[in-house]
């Protein structure tokens, strides 16, 4: 029999390690490094360190011959239990880490919510909103990709080519489609299911019991009621920055600036030559020898753009800023409408508010991987359903249901954060 002190002794090490792990990582692992002065040229450079932006640098500077600088605006996610603990994504929401749009006021819209305005989150910090979403891992329908290649004419969009893309990228570790033709297994993109409590469990069985699929989403035909496939690695959330950049961050032919807000594109002859960036107070041009990607999101990217001069000329002339290029720049943003419905039930099946800050759930995700840290934002069940004759047919699903175990719009969650302190 094993002596009992050595026991404690274990429980009490492994409990201070995982504590220390916790709130000073630096102490285990080397911080992947972040550029401190940046240099006047490289090649390529990459605005935006967000999901897409931290696949760019990272897979671009792969070619040791050529130089790479990533930009991006927020600070990094290194380190921060907040980008590491699946539900806590959304303690970064009106935060310095989110750049907290709302939109504007509109007629007949918002009317429940606060100031009849909807919330838009954007991740500012490396991994982007990538590090402050749902960890849904949810491709496009086949019949998307195929009609983006039909309307560019460019037929690399077509759902054939892209999936071979999907599963370079995945490393699927949910047992039953590893081997999947649809998923990939050698990508540095983990996917996983994680744990779900009851309800999400007898949510699925309704599906099931109603006829429908839960089999894959993500593979031959979307429509049913799955368990949702995480960004997920070891019970942590997996943004692209983790997934990618980090690793490459340590490359000679990359920096990696965080804290760096980009201005504009400097354009000469039509042509982007460079940045304007502000840094730690200063203002810095930075030249491009091949190209500027920008990746700076759905609102950033376009707002760069309309402020280097390229955009529609009645508005940019309105707002004094010389006219590069008129394009129709900023249009046609959609928006995933949602709507929200709220089931109360009689039974203490979901998570409670209270749980989410409780020491006991701390311990029980750190050592269990359970509990209502261990859900993304809550979500656990997603169902897709075509609801009309033409989307059936073609499996095409027009309706996307989302099931969390806590209600919520996006002001509620806010509102939570201030009035019940998740935080
Ligand atoms: C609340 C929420 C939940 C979501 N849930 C899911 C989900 O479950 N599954 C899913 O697939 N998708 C989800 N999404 C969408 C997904 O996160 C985005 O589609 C994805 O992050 C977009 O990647 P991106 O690189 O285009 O932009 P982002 O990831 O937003 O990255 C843009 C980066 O550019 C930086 N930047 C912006 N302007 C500048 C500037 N001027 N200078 C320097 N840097 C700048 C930003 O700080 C940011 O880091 C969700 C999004 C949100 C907001
Ligand atoms: C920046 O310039 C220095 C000095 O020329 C060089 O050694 C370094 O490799 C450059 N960094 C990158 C990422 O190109
Ligand atoms: C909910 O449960 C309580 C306690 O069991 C019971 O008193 C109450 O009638 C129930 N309400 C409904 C709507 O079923």
Request: charged fraction near 20%; avoid cysteine; hydrophobic fraction near 40%.
């Given at each position: 029999?094993?002596?009992?002190?050595?026991?404690?002794?274990?429980?009490?090490?492994?409990?201070?390690?995982?504590?220390?792990?916790?709130?000073?990582?630096?102490?285990?692992?080397?911080?992947?490094?972040?550029?401190?002065?940046?240099?006047?040229?490289?090649?390529?450079?990459?605005?935006?360190?967000?999901?897409?932006?931290?696949?760019?640098?990272?897979?671009?500077?792969?070619?040791?011959?050529?130089?790479?600088?990533?930009?991006?605006?927020?600070?990094?996610?290194?380190?921060?239990?907040?980008?590491?603990?699946?539900?806590?994504?959304?303690?970064?929401?009106?935060?310095?880490?989110?750049?907290?749009?709302?939109?504007?006021?509109?007629?007949?819209?918002?009317?429940?919510?606060?100031?009849?305005?909807?919330?838009w989150?954007?991740?500012?910090?490396?991994?982007?909103?990538?590090?402050l979403?749902?960890?849904?891992?949810?491709?496009?329908?086949?019949?998307?990709?195929?009609?983006?290649?039909?309307?560019?004419?460019?037929?690399?969009?077509?759902?054939?080519?892209?999936?071979?893309?999907?599963?370079?990228?995945?490393?699927?570790?949910?047992?039953?489609?590893?081997?999947?033709?649809?998923?990939?297994?050698?990508?540095?993109l983990?996917?996983?299911?994680?744990?779900?409590?009851?309800?999400?469990?007898?949510?699925?069985e309704?599906?099931?019991?109603?006829?429908?699929s839960?089999?894959?989403?993500?593979?031959?035909?979307?429509?049913?009621?799955?368990?949702?496939?995480?960004?997920?690695?070891n019970?942590?959330?997996?943004?692209?920055?983790?997934?990618?950049?980090?690793?490459?961050?340590?490359?000679?032919?990359?920096?990696?600036?965080?804290?760096?807000?980009?201005?504009?594109?400097?354009?000469?002859?039509?042509?982007?030559?460079g940045?304007?960036?502000?840094r730690?107070?200063?203002?810095?041009?930075?030249?491009?020898r091949?190209?500027?990607?920008?990746?700076?999101?759905?609102?950033?990217?376009?707002?760069?753009?309309?402020?280097?001069?390229?955009?529609?000329?009645?508005?940019?002339?309105?707002?004094?800023?010389?006219?590069?290029?008129?394009?129709?720049?900023?249009?046609?943003?959609?928006?995933?409408?949602?709507?929200?419905?709220?089931?109360?039930?009689?039974?203490?099946?979901?998570?409670?508010?209270?749980?989410?800050?409780?020491?006991?759930?701390?311990?029980?995700?750190?050592?269990?991987?359970?509990?209502?840290?261990?859900?993304?934002?809550?979500?656990?069940?997603?169902?897709?359903?075509?609801?009309?004759?033409?989307?059936?047919?073609?499996?095409?699903?027009?309706?996307?249901l989302?099931?969390?175990?806590?209600?919520?719009?996006?002001?509620?969650?806010?509102?939570?954060?201030?009035?019940?302190?998740?935080?």
């Amino acid at each position: 029999m094993l002596n009992s002190n050595v026991v404690k002794l274990s429980v009490f090490a492994v409990l201070t390690a995982l504590a220390v792990n916790l709130f000073y990582p630096n102490l285990f692992w080397r911080e992947p490094p972040v550029a401190i002065t940046i240099n006047a040229t490289y090649d390529f450079i990459v605005v935006g360190g967000g999901a897409a932006g931290s696949i760019l640098a990272a897979r671009l500077s792969e070619n040791q011959d050529v130089r790479v600088l990533l930009l991006e605006a927020g600070p990094s996610d290194w380190g921060n239990p907040i980008f590491e603990i699946p539900a806590l994504g959304m303690l970064a929401y009106d935060t310095d880490l989110d750049w907290a749009y709302t939109t504007e006021r509109q007629d007949g819209l918002f009317k429940g919510m606060e100031n009849e305005r909807s919330v838009w989150p954007r991740g500012k910090v490396l991994g982007g909103s990538g590090n402050l979403n749902a960890m849904v891992a949810v491709r496009g329908n086949r019949h998307d990709y195929d009609r983006w290649a039909e309307y560019t004419g460019d037929q690399t969009w077509n759902y054939k080519h892209v999936l071979s893309y999907f599963k370079k990228m995945e490393d699927m570790q949910v047992k039953e489609l590893r081997d999947s033709a649809y998923h990939g297994k050698d990508g540095p993109l983990t996917i996983n299911w994680m744990n779900s409590g009851p309800l999400a469990q007898k949510l699925v069985e309704a599906g099931q019991d109603l006829g429908f699929s839960n089999n894959d989403y993500n593979g031959k035909s979307m429509e049913g009621y799955f368990h949702i496939q995480n960004n997920v690695a070891n019970q942590k959330r997996l943004s692209s920055s983790k997934a990618y950049l980090h690793s490459a961050m340590e490359r000679p032919n990359l920096d990696v600036a965080v804290n760096s807000h980009v201005q504009k594109v400097v354009i000469e002859n039509k042509l982007a030559v460079g940045v304007e960036v502000i840094r730690n107070g200063r203002k810095l041009t930075v030249s491009a020898r091949k190209e500027v990607i920008l990746s700076a999101g759905a609102i950033g990217s376009p707002q760069i753009l309309m402020l280097s001069g390229v955009g529609p000329r009645n508005h940019l002339e309105d707002m004094h800023v010389p006219v590069a290029a008129d394009l129709p720049v900023g249009e046609n943003l959609q928006d995933h409408v949602t709507v929200d419905i709220a089931v109360g039930i009689n039974e203490s099946y979901t998570y409670r508010v209270d749980d989410f800050s409780s020491p006991w759930t701390l311990m029980q995700y750190h050592l269990f991987g359970t509990g209502a840290l261990n859900v993304p934002s809550s979500l656990e069940v997603v169902g897709f359903q075509s609801v009309t004759p033409e989307s059936k047919e073609k499996d095409w699903p027009d309706l996307q249901l989302h099931f969390m175990s806590i209600a919520g719009t996006s002001d509620f969650m806010r509102r939570l954060r201030y009035t019940e302190g998740v935080t």
